[in-house]
Every structure is written in structure tokens, then in C-alpha cells.
């Protein structure tokens, strides 16, 4: 079983990662893709940087570790990213058929797992997502609030 301890060690990692994003001109969100206690891969937002949409980082961490272990599906990984996930994202994780995903901050915009819509409880998915967020909440929406606050600046 996953402590909070290591959901907060982790997370502080994403944080950490988000930072990246920031750095880029991107909307600050890190993620990690963990297994057995070890990162496998991990990313950050770059969807501005790569003309691409789908380059959320959650996307990225999931094809970063299915290449390098060699299988798309990640059935005892944990996610953990700092915003709550978007309908794609949170797609991919089922597709990726992965354990647990933990995120920081809620998205009250286009949130899928608890604020707009809760798509991992849908009867329907062929697989079940655990799920926990609200983890360093206030540190990870102080990064996305000061970023916006900053661009409204500008």
C-alpha cells in the first residue's frame, strides 16, 4: 500500500517538473509515472512548444513508459500529475489500464475525474482507475494561479 508520505514525496517531484513547463511558456503541470517505488518516466506540458494538443504531460509520461517498458498497458503504475486530468488524459489511463492516479490541484474547468465529470466511475470502462486527489493541492494551484496571474500581467 502507498503511503501519503509517498504520494506527497511524489508529488513534490511533479511539482518539480511543472516547474519545466513554466520555464517553457507552457501552463505549469508536471507529471510521473511510478512502478514498484521507481519513476519510469515523467514529463511536463509542451503542447505550445510542439504545435501538438495531445502534449499534455500525463500523454507524454504514458508513451515515455510504455517505450521504455516495452507494453502500452501499465497495470501497477501510478500516475501522479498536478492538475486533475482532461477527458483525453484521463482516457489514455484507462486505455494504459493503469493502477492508481494521483493529482494536486482540482480543474474546475475541464477536470474529468471529480469536478466536471467523473469519468474513471462510469459503469461502462472495462476498467476501474483508482483515484486520489487534493494532494499538495494548495502548492500545486499556487503554481497554475501565479502563471496566469503573471500572463494577465504582461
Not at 501519503?4 to 510521473?32: Q, S, T
Not at 502500452?72 to 493503469?98: F, K, Q, S
Not at 494551484?141 to 500572463?151: I, Q, T, V, Y
Amino acid at each position: 500500500m502507498v503511503s501519503v508520505i509517498d504520494d506527497e514525496a511524489w508529488m513534490r517531484e511533479a511539482i518539480h517538473l511543472a516547474l519545466h513547463a513554466e520555464e517553457e511558456g507552457e501552463v505549469p503541470v508536471g507529471a510521473i509515472l511510478v512502478l514498484d517505488n521507481k519513476r519510469i518516466a515523467q514529463g511536463w506540458n509542451r503542447p505550445v512548444l510542439t504545435h501538438d494538443p495531445t502534449a499534455h504531460a500525463e500523454i507524454q509520461v504514458l508513451q515515455d513508459a510504455g517505450k521504455a517498458l516495452g507494453n502500452y498497458r501499465l497495470p501497477e503504475a501510478t500516475l501522479y500529475v498536478t492538475l486533475e486530468p482532461c477527458t483525453m488524459c484521463a482516457g489514455a489511463m484507462i486505455h494504459a489500464r493503469i493502477k492508481r492516479l494521483v493529482f494536486g490541484a482540482y480543474d474546475p474547468g475541464t477536470g474529468t475525474i471529480e469536478s466536471v465529470d467523473q469519468i474513471f466511475d462510469r459503469p461502462h470502462h472495462n476498467h476501474k482507475v483508482e483515484y486520489r486527489g487534493g494532494v499538495l493541492q494548495d502548492e500545486c494551484s499556487g503554481l497554475l494561479k501565479s502563471f496566469f496571474e503573471k500572463r494577465r500581467n504582461k
